[in-house]
């Protein structure tokens, strides 16, 4: 009997998920629907505006009013997005990005309607915003600071595609105010999100790099490590302030091991010594500085660099053993006699050279085939 009830109640599960999914299907297949029908009419419409400019008239004043009034509901700006996709910037001879240029006033009124609006909606604008951001943005500045004060807004996705939407508007002094508002509201980022999004902006990166140093200290510790991994990536010239990090005790240990790995990509002879220093700690606890160390003398020549290396290779981290083997074979001389003297005695130190040599030649071999 016990049997039986569990398998009535078995098939009742059964049969209550078959039922769930097939009026799930049928409830997202009439939104679709519902969604392809608001596609149509706005297509039609936009397709009517472009038509106008390029007979050489202007985007009919009603057309904004119209956007204004139906985008202000967000399955409307959903498919007004979709719409958008179909009439990208680089055709109809200049058209499709005169049409976005020509909207901006119904979407400054868009920009001011969603930022009182739930965090979820706001996210979606300020995503919808990042995307249709025309090459030629003037007259933007009213949005840009909407898009500044998402930085208050508690919801990541929100001040995420915000900052995003100021990334595309390429105005250096927007970002670096935001950035300062997200730090004072004590909002959290992951600095790697926050790096790549950098990464992205559209205005001039040497611009944005200095405002960003001269507000360096009003940034959180998070945003000051995501800061420094962008100019890591765009610039060479700040090798003396990064040298005061990577020297300095009292620095946060993330900052001083970024300022490392800014020496491994940009060559800075007084940093030498330190990333000697660094590389030949033999204290565990201080691995990661010996480890990135090892990684950025791979930039540097000379023989007190190769014995660094050598010995690197012997350390009892696999880590800081794998880095210097990597820049040994980088830097350092690349036939099997010298590199089996450095792993000699060492079978952990023998085996990581032969690893790397043998990595190395199947790099040859792959591209001298390619070649």
Request: charged share 25%.
């Amino acid at each position: 009997m016990g049997s039986e009830i569990m398998l009535l109640g078995y098939g009742a599960v059964c049969l209550s998920m078959l039922v769930f999914n097939v009026i799930n299907s049928l409830v997202m297949k009439k939104k679709e629907l519902r969604l392809d029908k608001r596609c149509r009419k706005l297509e039609d419409k936009v397709q009517v505006q472009i038509g106008y400019i390029k007979d050489g008239r202007m985007v009919e004043e009603e057309h904004i009013r119209y956007l204004s009034r139906r985008l202000s509901f967000v399955k409307n700006l959903a498919a007004f997005d979709r719409v958008m996709e179909h009439f990208p910037e680089g055709e109809d001879d200049g058209a499709a990005w005169e049409y976005r240029k020509q909207i901006q006033p119904a979407v400054l009124h868009l920009a001011f309607v969603y930022s009182n609006r739930s965090d979820m909606e706001a996210a979606y604008f300020a995503w919808f915003l990042s995307k249709n951001i025309p090459k030629e943005h003037r007259g933007m500045d009213a949005a840009e600071e909407i898009m500044v004060q998402y930085m208050k807004k508690r919801n990541l996705y929100c001040r995420v595609n915000a900052l995003d939407a100021l990334y595309g508007f390429g105005s250096e002094e927007s970002v670096v105010k935001a950035l300062t508002l997200l730090s004072q509201e004590g909002g959290f980022i992951h600095e790697k999100i926050l790096t790549d999004g950098l990464l992205t902006f559209t205005g001039s990166h040497e611009k944005l790099i200095k405002l960003l140093w001269e507000n360096f200290g009003r940034l959180s510790d998070k945003m000051q490590l995501a800061v420094l991994s962008y100019i890591r990536f765009k610039s060479g010239g700040y090798c003396e302030s990064m040298f005061e990090i990577m020297t300095d005790p009292g620095r946060d240990k993330e900052q001083r091991l970024m300022a490392i790995r800014y020496f491994g990509r940009y060559f800075y002879e007084p940093a030498l010594e330190p990333l000697l220093a660094f590389a030949s700690d033999l204290n565990p606890l201080n691995w990661e500085y010996a480890a990135i160390s090892a990684s950025s003398l791979a930039k540097y020549s000379g023989e007190k660099v190769i014995l660094a290396l050598m010995a690197g290779v012997h350390s009892p981290n696999w880590h800081v053993r794998y880095n210097a083997a990597a820049s040994l074979e980088a830097s350092g001389p690349d036939d099997w006699e010298t590199m089996d003297a450095a792993g000699r005695n060492d079978r952990y130190a023998r085996e990581m050279l032969m690893y790397r040599m043998e990595l190395k030649r199947v790099r040859e071999t792959k591209r001298r085939n390619l070649a």
